[in-house]
């Protein structure tokens, strides 16, 4: 069965960061696109961050570029998201989920696997 399980969300003033993991089982992780989410209250859920495991291609949404980096430990099944300069905007449910190597940010229904997400709360 395909898994993934967040961690490393947290409550954090604005400026500050924090390291996001999403760690993988049940499938071939080379062969899959990862990407991070987010849904803050009463908003859609939007496209934050994605990798192919691939060829680590990268996609960052404008509103994050130049403050998290996405990266991707293929042996340990496991990617990250730090981010960097925080802002109270940033405060959402964050979910990391897993599609075809084709699959696109943009899109949510290229990503069929989610994880149960972790809150990621920022106070100005």
């Not at 399980?5 to 089982?25: D, I, K």
């Not at 908003?43 to 994050?64: F, L, P, Q």
């Amino acid at each position: 069965e395909v898994q993934l399980v967040e961690s490393g969300g947290g409550l954090v003033q604005a400026g500050g960061s924090l390291r996001l993991s999403c760690a993988a089982s049940g499938f071939t992780f080379d062969d899959y696109a990862i990407g991070w989410f987010r849904q803050a209250p009463g908003k859609e859920r939007e496209g934050v961050s994605c990798i192919s495991s691939s060829d680590g291609s990268t996609y960052y949404a404008d509103s994050v570029k130049g403050r998290f980096t996405i990266s991707s430990d293929n042996a340990k099944n496991t990617v990250y998201l730090q981010m960097n300069s925080l802002k109270p905007e940033d405060t959402a449910v964050y979910y990391c989920a897993a599609g075809g190597a084709g699959s696109s940010c943009l899109s949510l229904g290229d990503f069929g696997s989610w994880g149960q997400g972790t809150q990621v709360t920022v106070s100005s």
